[in-house]
T-cell receptor, first 112, second 114 residues
Framework: DSGVTQTPKHLITATGQRVTLRCSPR?????VYWYQQSLDQGLQFLIQ???????AKGNILERFSAQQFPDLHSELNLSSLELGDSALYFC???????????FGPGTRLTVL | AQSVAQPEDQVNVAEGNPLTVKCTYS??????LFWYVQYPNRGLQFLLK??????LVKGSYGFEAEFNKSQTSFHLKKPSALVSDSALYFC????????????FGTGTRLQVFP
């Protein structure tokens, strides 16, 4: 158990809908990262937050957004969902810049 | 641009034999390298990292990795494979600049046969 929690574990929804994925980092970790894992794209970095502030953006679509709250948990919002958004979404956290990232169990999103 | 290559989609090894999973990288500046393992329907688990220091890094579950700067490689090794080591292994490099996002390789599936 990495100490990073993600909810829900599975999410099935329809095209055009909006969903919210939630992540709680390990106690004491200020950085939260979101990654997407799909068969065709592999593991792709989406976005990073550090202590409530956006630190970096990767291959994140404009339909996607995220935020980190004062208690350091983070949410990833996916809207106008398309079939191609079906993937595993991972959250990770770390204590500092050069430290390893610890990954949550992921949320499997299926868009029908 | 930083990148990581894992040239083998799958590695097969008999239980008890040594295993190697290959990784090469391309970075500007000093490389910060990581290995993760993913079991079916699970998240990624951290195995080991190289930041600086000794070229041979020891990690979890008996795994180690050898950093070779001249060959820009960071191969994962284990002296004696277990069936339970069968999983998907990812090499990653920390991005340079203000972000410490990880750039992952495509993954190598390790199959250990009894």
């Amino acid at each position: 158990d990495s100490g990073v929690t993600q909810t829900p574990k599975h999410l099935i929804t329809a095209t055009g809908q909006r969903v919210t994925l939630r992540c709680s980092p390990r106690s004491g970790d200020l950085s939260v990262y979101w990654y997407q894992q799909s068969l065709d794209q592999g593991l792709q970095f989406l976005i990073q937050y550090y202590n409530g502030e956006e630190r970096a953006k990767g291959n994140i679509l404009e339909r996607f957004s995220a935020q980190q709250f004062p208690d350091l948990h983070s949410e990833l919002n996916l809207s106008s969902l398309e079939l191609g958004d079906s993937a595993l979404y991972f959250c990770a956290s770390s204590v500092g810049q050069y430290n390893e990232q610890f990954f949550g169990p992921g949320t499997r999103l299926t868009v029908l | 641009a930083q990148s990581v290559a894992q040239p083998e989609d799958q590695v097969n090894v008999a239980e008890g034999n040594p295993l190697t999973v290959k990784c090469t990288y391309s970075v500007s500046g000093n490389p910060y390298l990581f290995w993760y393992v993913q079991y079916p329907n699970r998240g990624l688990q951290f195995l080991l990292k190289y930041i600086t220091g000794d070229n041979l890094v020891k990690g979890s579950y008996g795994f180690e990795a050898e950093f070779n700067k001249s060959q820009t490689s960071f191969h994962l090794k284990k002296p004696s494979a277990l069936v339970s080591d069968s999983a998907l292994y990812f090499c990653a490099v920390r991005s340079s600049g203000n972000t410490d996002k990880l750039i992952f390789g495509t993954g190598t599936r390790l199959q250990v046969f009894p």
